[in-house]
């Protein structure tokens, strides 16, 4: 099974790709983390991407397509993926379709997760990440100030600072939303109300793909 996972920051896309994950028993390849991996590595790609995330800009298309195409060609992909953060531009929608053709894996699906920017701006504002295992939690479910599964210290996100998260936003609105569109006119999309409690969107979404091939 082939997904992609598109909507707006916070609107929940790595809690619900962690879940769908295990669920199909395929990777879960989210560009945003694989880009601060490479930016805590400090590697080329790296040194090139961390100021525009550090802005809440996107990082050129041109090595988000080369990364992308060099990860979808590792042999975990065999079986499917579950796309997290790309495409985010029309030209990337485009390099994904003819990348897809080159390598000869079709899209199953899009899914769209819709929520206001009100909530998104809730939501990062209280997002924060185990500085040791890279898990997600909100400080509205926080039992302590640590990281429930390891118990490490927990951060906010350096692009989670409130200013950075009003620029996503924008960015979104004038350079991501337009692939949307995209994904309508060219694949099945599957649209979820993501505003709704986190097993509530995994559910629905579990429904949503039923129909697809998990074999
Ligand atoms: P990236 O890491 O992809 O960030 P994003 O798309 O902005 O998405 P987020 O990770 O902020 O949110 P999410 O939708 O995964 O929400 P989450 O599940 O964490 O990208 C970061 C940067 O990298 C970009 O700004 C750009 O610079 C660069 N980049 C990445 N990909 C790129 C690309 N393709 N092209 C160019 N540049 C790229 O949830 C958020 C919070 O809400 C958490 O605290 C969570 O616990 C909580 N939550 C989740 N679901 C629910 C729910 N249903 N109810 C209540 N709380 C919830």
Redesign the pocket.
């Given at each position: 099974m082939r997904i992609v996972l598109l909507?707006a920051?916070?609107?929940?896309?790595?809690?619900?790709a962690a879940l769908l994950k295990e669920m199909y028993g395929i990777p879960h390849i989210?560009?945003?983390?694989i880009?601060r991996t490479d930016v805590a590595e400090g590697t080329d790609l790296g040194k090139k991407?961390e100021s525009?995330?550090n802005d809440?800009?996107?990082?050129p298309d041109d090595l988000?397509l080369e990364m992308v195409e060099a990860r979808l060609g590792r042999p975990d992909t065999r079986r499917g993926w579950l796309l997290?953060?790309?495409?985010?531009?029309l030209p990337?929608a485009e390099g994904l379709r003819d990348m897809t053709e080159r390598i000869d894996q079709k899209v199953d699906a899009g899914v769209i997760l819709n929520v206001d920017a009100e909530v998104v701006v809730r939501?990062?504002s209280?997002?924060r990440v185990c500085e040791s295992c890279q898990s997600?939690?909100?400080v509205?479910?926080m039992q302590a100030g640590a990281c429930p599964l390891c118990g490490e210290k927990l951060v906010l996100r350096p692009?989670d600072e409130p200013q950075v998260v009003r620029k996503?936003i924008e960015v979104f609105e004038a350079q991501t939303r337009p692939v949307f569109a995209f994904f309508n006119e060219h694949y099945d999309v599957i649209e979820i109300d993501?505003s709704?409690?986190?097993d509530q969107?995994t559910e629905a979404l579990r429904v949503g793909l039923d129909r697809y091939d998990h074999s």
């Open positions: 909507g920051p916070g609107s929940g896309k790595g809690t619900q989210a560009t945003g983390d880009l991407a525009f995330m809440g800009q996107l990082v988000i997290d953060g790309f495409p985010r531009t990337q939501r990062l209280g997002r997600v939690t909100n509205s479910e692009d996503r993501a709704k409690p986190v969107v």
